[in-house]
């Protein structure tokens, strides 16, 4: 079987959950037996992310507008690369590879995947040109695919105000690979990133209002003499909200407990998750956090928001689901605080059950299970 997966990134430190799910998955495939390319373009590829693929082709145009992730390209060249392929899978949904990557598989017939990834509400930035692109090209994109993924039930209305019934989408979660977050040294990762000795509240993502930082900093801020052991770490690339966030900061007089460390992957990461005492995710929207998975692998439990599209955390015990609010956060992170032998038995509960139900081996082998189920459904039409 030979596999495209398409995405505008593939690196996880501009292109955050959508690029990091489509290097797992297409590396896990590969190791399953499945030929697989990423298309994608070269902004943030480095040579170590590329073999750190494995037996993954990567076909990486050259991007010419880092807004909008728009290729150097040569239409036979794409051509020649869908025509090779068996089935394409599109994700994430805003994106001129998508449209592009489309119009080239319905012209050949080909079989094709979309998995939005809880990208199909028209939310955030630019709303007046994801509107003009669904007009264009993006409802079609939808309506039209072969397969439609979502990630979490919580997607289903989404497809649903596309015209997509939920009984025509497979529900595949986000996976992790519990083998990158072995490693820990809570020193080294406090002298390397220049952290007191004060407890670790952790956010990782971008600094972007969709992953609603500001509402954990405000939250956290507001309880400053409740938890005065605490301090809180943002690891991640700044979006447009450095700036408000920093003042912010400054206004509370929290410079000395509020510590901005930049994007973090590879080990530092595990030494991030390891070292923290729970990881919030405070998400105004999200269709299944992948943080939280990672974060549950180094058995750290996680205080999420309504909209992460992962409320199973709260019934296994692995952690608390609030409301996306500041007074949502704040009465979480005041019940968690508040039973530090709770938190740990909450990490290792999430651990478990973030083991025992979302690895990328299991997720590729559902994959695999849909692909053969698309062709096979293809062959005979």
């Known amino acids: 079987m030979r596999v495209l997966n398409v995405n505008s990134s593939i690196d996880s430190h501009k292109g955050g959950g959508m690029a990091e799910r489509t290097f797992q998955i297409s590396r896990f495939l590969a190791r399953a037996g499945v ?4 298309l994608t373009t070269d902004m943030g ?4 992310r590329v073999r750190a693929l494995g037996n993954v082709d990567v076909i990486a145009l050259p991007c010419l507008n880092h807004r909008f992730y728009l290729p150097k390209f040569s239409y036979a060249g794409l051509r020649e690369l869908v025509e090779r392929a068996d089935i394409v899978h599109l994700m994430g949904h805003w994106t001129f590879f998508n449209a592009l990557a489309y119009q080239i598989v ?7 995947a979309v998995c939005p990834a809880g990208a199909l509400p028209v939310f955030g930035r630019s709303k007046m040109i994801k509107m003009m692109y669904n007009q264009l090209v993006g409802k079609r994109i939808i309506r039209n695919a072969d397969c439609h993924i979502a990630i979490t039930r919580g ?5 649903l105000s596309y015209g997509v019934d939920s009984d025509r989408v497979s529900v595949i979660p986000n996976g992790i690979n519990p083998d990158d977050f072995l490693v820990r040294d809570d020193t080294e990762f406090r002298r390397k990133f220049g952290l007191s000795e004060k407890l670790i509240m952790l956010y990782i993502g971008r600094l972007n209002r969709i992953k609603g930082p500001d509402l954990l900093l405000r939250a956290f801020c507001s309880l400053k003499d409740e938890l005065p052991e605490y301090q809180l770490v943002f690891a991640g690339p700044d979006e447009g909200m450095m700036a408000e966030l920093k003042k912010l900061v400054a206004l509370s007089d929290m410079e000395d407990r509020v510590r901005f460390i930049g994007h973090i992957g590879g080990e530092d990461k595990s030494l991030a998750y390891h070292a923290a005492e729970l990881l919030v995710v405070p998400s105004r929207q999200e269709a299944m956090s992948i943080v939280a998975l990672e974060s549950g692998a180094a058995g750290t439990p996680v205080l999420i928001t309504d909209q992460c599209g992962f409320d199973e955390i709260a019934t296994v015990g692995g952690g608390r689901v609030v409301p996306a609010t500041v007074d949502g956060l704040k009465e979480g992170l005041i019940l968690m605080m508040a039973d530090c032998d709770g938190m740990r038995t909450m990490g290792a509960k999430l651990k478990q059950f973030v083991e025992e139900n979302f690895t990328w081996n299991l997720v590729a082998a559902e994959y695999i299970h849909l692909y053969r189920r698309i062709l096979y459904k293809k062959s005979v039409t």
């Open 35 to 38: 030929e697989c390319t990423i």
């Open 155 to 159: 997607e289903l209305p989404a497809f």
């Open 45 to 48: 590829l480095t040579p170590e």
């Open 106 to 112: 319905r012209s050949l017939g080909k079989a094709y």
